[in-house]
């Protein structure tokens, strides 16, 4: 079952935009990853927020985690053509032995 | 990259045959997964491995198996390979469980096409 759903599916931006995808989930996490997959490859990993954090930051990226929502935004600020890929959140739930459950996708196309 | 390959990267067999895909590490991480990518269902979690010999099903493990001889293999066997298997496969591995920094590395990827 699809814990994660991510909101929009698919956005279209201009290269300097921010983009902001959104993430729900339905049960009580540990964390929850935010994921790159460019076409064609395998996912690689951004950040990762845990239950007790409401907000990270890592270069361009801004996290936020609402736990009483159960929901996260992933935003990227300054989009690049090279941030044109698939983000998918995915949450690690309590006592899941590491397992995580993935969201269907956002597809980012960022045109330069 | 983390130090992972799977091979085959593409696969074309046909249906009731038997298919093993194979995933190798070089970081000495402790979990190992199995994911298979389809369009519209993101990626689902196959199988899991805990540790040599420790293995577990995930989501959608009907009609799959797995192995775990050494830490750096883990392998996926399609027993008799149906065209629902058609899919892109992922391993992932991960040096700790969840409620600590679980972050997974993924392989590239194997394209298996059943006809």
């Known amino acids: 079952s699809q814990q994660g759903e991510e909101d929009p599916q698919a956005l279209s931006i201009q290269e300097g935009e921010n983009a902001t995808m959104n993430c729900s989930y339905k049960?009580?996490?540990?964390?929850l990853q935010w994921y790159r997959q460019n076409s064609g490859r395998g996912l690689v990993h951004l950040i990762l927020?845990?239950?007790?954090?409401r907000e990270k930051h890592s270069g361009r990226l801004r996290v936020t985690l609402d736990t009483s929502k159960k929901s996260s935004s992933l935003l990227i600020t300054a989009s690049r053509a090279a941030d044109t890929a698939s983000y998918f959140c995915?949450?690690?739930?309590?006592?899941?032995?590491?397992?995580?459950?993935f969201g269907k996708g956002t597809k980012l196309s960022v045109k330069p | 990259d983390a130090g992972i390959t799977q091979s085959p990267r593409h696969k074309v067999t046909e249906t009731g045959t038997p298919v093993t895909l194979r995933c190798h590490q070089t970081?000495?991480?402790?979990?190992m997964y199995w994911y298979r990518q389809d369009p519209g269902h993101g990626l689902r979690l196959i199988h899991y491995?805990?540790?040599?010999?420790?293995?577990d099903k995930g989501e959608v493990s009907d009609g799959y198996s797995v192995s775990r001889s050494k830490t750096e293999d883990f392998l996926l066997t399609l027993e008799s390979a149906t065209s629902s298997q058609t899919s892109v496969y992922f391993c992932?591995?991960?040096?700790?469980?969840?409620?600590?920094?679980?972050?997974?590395?993924f392989g590239p990827g194997t394209r298996l096409t059943v006809l």
């Open positions: 992932a591995i991960s040096e700790r469980a969840s409620g600590s920094s679980n972050e997974q590395f």
């Open positions: 049960t009580s996490i540990n964390n």
């Open positions: 927020i845990r239950s007790n954090e």
């Open positions: 995915a949450t690690a739930t309590r006592g899941s032995q590491g397992n995580l459950i």
């Open positions: 970081e000495n991480h402790r979990y």
């Open positions: 491995s805990y540790g040599v010999k420790d293995t």
